[in-house]
């Protein structure tokens, strides 16, 4: 869990630049260029000589470069179909359907419609096809082109088992469109509809019809089909005579699919040693072969020839590892119904065969390797699983054999053969005296009808125990000791004790454990040498586990003090360092992980003490160590549960150590991984560390995330700012402002309240809710007095003031100056007052603050701001060259460039020119405004100047087209009512300056 006193970050420095945000312009559109006529010609030349590629990639650069040309919506209609001819079906989908949606009417509107349904077929996007098919049929019922749709439709309905409708399908397309050149498909369709259906008899006419067209391309399947449909009904002796007669006539590409049908039938007519013989013949056929090698296997083991059946098995094995070119699937489609040639079976297969003659070793290495060869879904992999289950039984090899079936039962919890490996399961522990456990897994085979073991009364407690159900188990040791010999009784005893620590009651584990071994020397234990220890260690556990510290590491000095083994000593020394840990005694825990590090732990435990060992480490001060430790485990530990701590562990340690690589590096695995406890404080870590990296919208990314799952976190607040940062530098307000009632609202404010508060502010500044804007900054102002955000939040009132044409705005920022802090804030509110003043055609007072804004404030974000004033001061005093100059560096600045300021100081360049009637000049920068900058007020005012311009030097057609373009582009705009009086006056306006009107509201 996040520690309350959490690492905030918080940049001030940020406020200010996302106030002032609104001044800040969007960037100018670009245009589009014609010329792509002869592009267009070529591809279609290309095309219509099927060079499909060329005219692809043809096609493809049209769109590209020439985006809005005439003729596009048709090269991309012919892009489409020049991908179809190279089975390029998914990209050839997109394209038919952006046509669509361009051209809802064009002249290709059927063609798109039917290619977009085909190729959603072809694509294997059978929910798609269906829907789009089913649209066609229903626009285009009556086509031509909706007999093939109807084919398409009812294959879509055959492999999605509606048998029934595939039939209904394919009958209204030979009804409908008897003259179709797809109307063997359609019977083949039916044929296999039928059969799906129970129909066999009308099937098999359709498929006896179909193979006596020895013409038609589809005869070799329908013969084939014919010997599976007999195949199927068990008619194996007429499926021979089918197969056969395919067989007969090589050249058909279903010919060797004929004779391998032909070996399964003599298989199930228990002809094994005719089948092998088809089989070997075909051996080496380029497709088949490796199935043909498969049945030979099988063959030899149906005839008990074990080494001869799993040399074949292993051939496969080989073949199909080599990359064998032939499909191992089933031959053709008509041979669902055999299972398919997989790693998996062949494995399987020659393991049986090898059990079978009773070399279990093999049996079991030829298992293994299945199991590592077999793909995911290969439904041999029960098999093989119980086989080995089987096998590890019968060479009493119980480690190997419990973790087997503990595998087999996590994956394969539905297996028919689960049974028969609980049965074994059972059988296992039994043998092993694990009375427990078998009875938990004979209770498992109640619904199969097992025959449930009974246990007395100490092992109904062993059971317990080992369901963890301890105070379950008090009662029935309890009552065990009063008939308990001296053996049995110590055991039962540290049993007891045991439980009782595991419920909370240590006293009485003392008790126990002491009644148990008090007084008793080494020899006294017997077989059960290792019971104290082991009860020690068990009631340690309990205590760690229930913070009884103390207790805990008492009892896990009595495991030291015993004759533990050096792995039981190892964790005694692991737990004991918990429990110095717990009380603050760095050293000590770190002499006790030291010497537990130097035995030979397992795994997960060696990770807990690194784990631990770090921690310890940070605390003492010694980081360098600590980080080495922590990252070990995090480099080493991935699968380990003490993974994520480390990682957590190891990139505070990494912050700590000025290392923001590697402590990003550990975030981003934890924000990966999992969700768990330092998931939601990984995400804030890491989202700030990328920030101050410069990496701000991965930042924003993971604040949003944090902020949408993460709401108990103590980080969720700080996230949500953050998220309602980004979405105000964004320009989504609303966003933004969701978020800041979101946080307004929750508990967690406090904290924070002020960055909130300001933000709030912020937020409605950008909106324009002025009123509101400037509500917050004076609560913040009121109520948060201490914060460092309380000069930022006088400028926000004051801004709002001055946004809302208040003229106590202007006192609001004088004060702001007074308080001569020298910053940012100071520079903003003076050139705010400055713009106030030019507002007021105070333009000397106007220069003086502006000019003086550059020396006192070197390197203001906002200078281009400044310089805007600076270029009208000048102007009005009629300074044009100077002013020119203050107006380019607006334009030129990194921060102004393509914002509005840069474009309303662009329009005042043109007004300069336009004022001393150099038209040329100020026609150039009019148009300036309108191409480059995307404002339409200012836009529309520019061409309006522009067309004057060009009226004023006689070119009166150029004016009417630029006084016609206000109108068409730019209707709404406050230049459109004087471009209609210019376009309708027969006089010349006259050499007077035109103030646009988009200029004149300019403050």
Not at 108 to 120: G, K, N, P, V
Request: aromatic residues 8%.
């Amino acid at each position: 869990m996040a520690s309350p006193a959490m690492k905030v970050r918080f940049h001030p420095e940020i406020a200010l630049v996302v106030l002032l945000l609104a001044l800040a312009g969007r960037p100018a559109s670009g245009g589009g260029r014609d010329g792509g006529q002869d592009r267009y010609q070529f591809a279609k030349g290309l095309y219509a000589r099927q060079q499909w590629e060329a005219a692809a990639e043809e096609f493809a650069a049209m769109l590209t470069q020439e985006p809005g040309h005439a003729d596009c919506d048709k090269a991309r209609f012919y892009l489409g179909e020049a991908l179809v001819q190279q089975n390029r079906f998914r990209e050839a989908q997109g394209h038919f359907d952006r046509y669509l949606a361009n051209q809802p009417g064009g002249e290709y509107r059927r063609q798109a419609l039917f290619r977009a349904a085909e190729c959603a077929y072809l694509s294997e996007q059978p929910e798609e096809a269906r829907r789009r098919l089913e649209a066609f049929t229903e626009t285009y019922g009556n086509d031509p082109l909706s007999g093939l749709v109807l084919t398409y439709r009812g294959h879509l309905a055959l492999r999605a088992g509606a048998a029934g409708e595939a039939e209904s399908l394919f009958r209204k397309s030979l009804q409908d469109f008897p003259g179709g050149q797809f109307q063997d498909d359609c019977r083949l369709g039916l044929a296999r509809a039928l059969e799906s259906l129970g129909n066999r008899d009308e099937a098999e006419r359709y498929y006896l019809a179909l193979a006596a067209k020895r013409n038609s391309r589809l005869a070799g399947e329908a013969q084939f089909r014919l010997g599976a449909l007999c195949y199927a009904a068990a008619r194996y002796d007429a499926a021979i005579e089918a197969f056969s007669t395919l067989e007969y006539d090589p050249a058909d590409p279903w010919a060797s699919s004929a004779q391998m049908g032909r070996g399964w039938a003599l298989v199930k007519l228990g002809r094994h040693a005719e089948a092998a013989a088809v089989f070997q013949s075909m051996q080496g056929h380029p497709r088949l072969g490796t199935e043909a090698l498969y049945w030979v296997g099988l063959c030899h083991k149906a005839r008990s020839e074990w080494d001869l059946a799993s040399k074949a098995f292993l051939a496969t094995v080989d073949r199909l590892s080599a990359g064998a070119a032939e499909n191992a699937a089933p031959a053709e489609a008509g041979s669902e119904h055999l299972p398919r040639v997989t790693l998996g079976g062949l494995y399987f297969h020659a393991g049986e065969s090898q059990l079978a003659a009773g070399r279990l070793a093999d049996a079991m290495s030829l298992f293994e390797r299945g199991t590592a060869a077999a793909a995911p879904d290969d439904p041999w992999l029960d098999d093989i699983g119980r086989a080995k289950v089987q096998s590890l039984l019968q060479q009493k090899d119980y480690s190997r054999l419990e973790v087997e079936i503990q595998g087999f039962l996590a994956s394969f919890p539905h297996s028919g053969l689960a049974a028969a490996v609980l049965r074994m399961q059972a059988r296992a522990q039994l043998e092993q005296n694990h009375y427990g456990e078998a009875e938990a897994t004979l209770h498992r085979l109640d619904d199969v009808g097992a025959e449930k073991k009974a246990s007395d009364l100490f092992l109904l407690g062993m059971a317990h125990e080992g369901q963890r159900r301890f105070a379950a188990a008090i009662e029935p040791l309890e009552a065990y000791l009063e008939t308990a010999d001296q053996a049995s009784r110590r055991q039962a005893l540290a049993l007891l004790a045991v439980c009782c620590a595991r419920c909370g009651r240590f006293d009485d584990a003392r008790r126990r454990y002491d009644e148990a071994f008090a007084g008793q020397s080494d020899s006294d234990y017997g077989s059960g040498e290792s019971l104290p220890a082991d009860s020690a260690e068990q009631v340690a556990e309990a205590a760690l586990e229930a913070g009884e510290f103390e207790t805990a590491a008492a009892f896990y000095e009595r495991v030291l003090d015993q004759k533990a083994d050096p792995s039981q000593r190892g964790r005694a020394l692991v737990g004991l360092a918990w429990c110095r840990f717990h009380a603050s005694d760095y050293a000590e825990a770190d002499k006790a992980l030291s010497a537990a590090l130097n035995l030979p732990l397992q795994e997960k435990l060696a990770f807990e003490a690194r784990l631990l060992r770090g921690k310890t480490l940070e605390k003492i001060g010694d980081l360098e160590s600590a980080w080495e430790m922590l990252h070990a485990v995090v480099r080493d530990g991935r699968q380990s549960p003490y993974w994520s701590e480390a990682s957590w562990c190891a990139a505070r340690v990494a912050e700590r150590l000025g290392r923001p690589a590697s402590a990003i590096e550990m975030y981003e695995r934890i924000a990966e991984a999992e969700p768990g406890d330092h998931t939601a404080g990984a995400l804030y870590s890491l989202a700030w560390l990328l920030r101050e990296r410069g990496e701000s919208r991965r930042a924003g990314e993971l604040f949003l995330r944090l902020y949408q799952g993460h709401r108990e976190s103590p980080y969720w607040v700080h996230a949500a700012v953050a998220v309602a940062q980004g979405h105000l530098a964004s320009g989504c307000c609303g966003d933004a402002e969701a978020v800041i009632a979101d946080v307004l609202a929750s508990e967690g404010k406090g904290e924070i309240l002020d960055r909130v508060l300001y933000l709030g502010g912020q937020v409605a500044l950008a909106a324009k809710d002025w009123r509101p804007a400037r509500e917050r900054f004076e609560r913040l102002l009121a109520e948060c007095s201490d914060s460092r955000l309380v000069a930022a939040a006088e400028f926000g009132a004051a801004e709002a003031l001055y946004r809302d044409h208040d003229p106590a705005a202007l006192e609001h920022f004088k004060r702001i100056i007074e308080a001569a802090r020298g910053d940012a804030i100071t520079a903003a509110a003076r050139l705010r007052v400055a713009q106030l003043h030019a507002e007021a055609n105070r333009w000397d007072e106007a220069h003086e603050q502006a000019g003086a804004i550059a020396g006192e404030f070197p390197g203001f974000a906002e200078q281009h701001e400044v310089d805007y004033v600076l270029g009208r001061c000048l102007a009005a005093r009629a300074r044009l060259t100077e002013a020119r100059e203050a107006y380019q560096r607006v334009i030129d600045s990194p921060a102004g460039q393509r914002t509005e300021t840069a474009a309303k100081a662009q329009l005042m360049i043109a007004e300069t020119y336009f004022h001393q009637k150099d038209y040329t000049q100020a026609f150039r920068g009019y148009m300036q405004v309108e191409i480059f900058y995307d404002y339409p007020e200012l836009q529309a005012a520019a061409l309006l100047q522009a067309g004057k311009c060009r009226q004023l030097a006689g070119k009166h057609a150029e004016a009417r087209q630029l006084y016609q373009q206000v109108l068409n582009e730019y209707p709404q705009s406050l230049a459109a009512q004087e471009a209609g009086l210019c376009l309708r006056s027969e006089d010349s306006p006259g050499d007077r300056r035109f103030a646009s009107p988009a200029a004149s509201r300019i403050r």
